[in-house]
């Protein structure tokens, strides 16, 4: 069965540096999008994107936040000054229909 | 008025009986339901979805139960079984949107 695949499964990093989450979408999907579950709350939606551009963001997606499909495989989600607060799991999502959304293992971020 | 309310937070029930976790909501605008189970360490998976147009939908042991003048939601797990031990999550969205609006989760364990 095709899946959402998501790298690195863990990302530890110091507060203000940079960090890139990666995600391969299935392949044949339009339709993708970024969520966060801060430990033991539920899972926030962050921002999607279709056709080369964000069609949806969230408040919590501020400018400190951005999503690029630098090709025509990968997607990924960029924070520029990470802080204590985005410790978080983030899961890619993909769809081929708007809402049916399929989520990767999620990508657990630490921030020290 | 955007938010999805899940109750209980918790479920804890003997192999064989029927789990019901609820979900209420309350803006009217919302017309997808879905179902998400999610195990430790893994990404949230579809389970089973609902449009208000239907008021039941069965997909094997688990049915959403759906009443729209209530603006409720349930999911209803028969015969459970240990490995159905998970955190499920309702959900919802509006139309022209790719945002899940998600309920808090409900831990469920199935005992044997």
């Known amino acids: 069965e095709p899946e959402v695949t998501q790298t690195p499964s863990h990302q530890v990093t110091q507060m203000g540096q940079e960090v890139i989450l990666r995600c391969v979408p299935i392949s044949n999907h339009l339709y993708f999008y970024w969520y966060r579950q801060i430990l033991g709350q539920k899972v926030e939606f962050l921002v999607s994107?279709?056709?080369?551009?964000?069609?949806?963001k969230s408040e919590i997606f501020d400018d400190q936040f951005s999503v690029e499909r630098p090709d025509g495989s990968n997607f990924t989600l960029k924070i520029r000054s990470t802080k204590l607060e985005d410790s978080a799991m983030y899961f890619c999502?993909?769809?081929?229909?708007?809402?049916?959304?399929?989520f990767g293992q999620g990508t657990r971020l630490t921030v020290v | 008025q955007q938010q999805v309310k899940q109750s209980p937070q918790s479920l804890i029930v003997q192999k064989g009986g029927i789990s019901i976790i609820n979900c209420a909501y309350e803006n009217t605008a919302f017309d997808y339901f879905p179902w998400y189970q999610q195990f430790p360490g893994k990404g949230p998976a579809l389970l089973i979805a609902i449009r208000p147009d239907v008021s039941e939908k069965k997909e094997g042991r688990f049915t959403i139960s759906f009443n729209k003048s209530a603006k409720q939601f349930s999911l209803h797990i028969m015969d459970s079984q240990p490995g159905d031990s998970a955190t499920y999550f309702c959900a919802a969205s509006k139309p022209n949107t790719d945002k899940l609006i998600f309920g808090t989760g409900t831990r469920l364990q199935v005992f044997p």
């Open positions: 999502a993909s769809s081929d229909l708007r809402e049916r959304a399929f």
């Open positions: 994107f279709y056709n080369n551009e964000i069609s949806e």
